[in-house]
């Protein structure tokens, strides 16, 4: 497609429960960034592909949660015993190479823990 | 750390009216900035992307300028219509350490009534 693809757009899962989001990027775009939003606030990093190689997680909250990109396309953000406070709108994000171009973003994944 | 603010955080304006949003951040080492806008259950959809080298960037009734060395930019809005109704969200780019990531503020949701 010609934006960047996020499923599934609403996940509901019981605490304690794994959960796994997918981001289709952009093709041909290398770059693949993760972002949390929680209600009524900005979206915060969480971490940066460029190809498979993933070059900053300083962003993970906690080690539950793990990102992975291992042919340099498709990514997956799994988080593991998800908590209530995991409940956030999870958007991934792509762009070209170069730190000058912009990034373009999925319409998100609603995420709900009960 | 780099933080970003945005002012005013709500905003409610008449048809045909201009207007602006703010944005400053604390630290000027940024690569770029960009104004994005994002409607309910929705991501986000870049606007305009300023260089840090660059002072302005204009696209329609939108304007956005940068000033870098003291760590503000502002959106005007032209003749602003319903359609524009929404959250705008500025974020600031910084590429240290071998990161490349979006820093974002809070927004500002505009209303724009008939």
């Known amino acids: 497609g010609a934006g960047v693809s996020q499923s599934p757009r609403y996940k509901v899962a019981k605490r304690g429960q794994d959960v796994a989001l997918r981001c289709d990027p952009i093709?041909?775009?290398?770059?693949l960034f993760w972002y949390q939003q929680a209600l009524g606030q900005g979206p915060e990093f969480l971490t940066y592909f460029q190809n498979e190689a993933q070059l900053d997680k300083s962003g993970l909250p906690s080690d539950r949660f793990f990102a992975e990109r291992p042919e340099g396309s498709v990514s997956t953000l799994k988080i593991q015993r998800t908590q209530q406070e995991d409940s956030a709108v999870y958007l991934c994000?792509?762009?070209?190479?170069?730190?000058?171009?912009?990034?373009?973003f999925g319409d998100g994944t609603r995420l709900s823990i009960l | 750390k780099q933080e970003v603010t945005q002012i005013p955080a709500a905003l409610s304006v008449p048809e045909g009216e201009n207007l602006v949003l703010n944005c400053s951040f604390t630290?000027?080492?940024?690569?770029?900035l960009q104004w994005f806008r994002q409607d309910p259950g929705k991501g986000l959809t870049s606007l305009l992307l300023?260089?840090?080298?660059?002072r302005e960037q204009t696209s329609g009734r939108l304007n956005a300028s940068l000033d870098k060395s003291s760590g503000r930019s502002t959106l005007y809005i032209a003749a602003s219509q319903p359609g524009d109704s929404a959250t705008y969200l500025c974020a600031v780019r910084v590429l240290t350490g071998g990161g490349n990531k979006l820093t974002f503020g809070t927004g500002t949701q505009l209303k724009v009534e008939l």
């Open positions: 994000a792509s762009s070209g190479p170069r730190g000058h171009q912009p990034q373009h």
């Open positions: 093709s041909g775009h290398v770059s």
């Open positions: 300023i260089q840090s080298s660059q």
């Open positions: 630290d000027s080492a940024i690569y770029n």
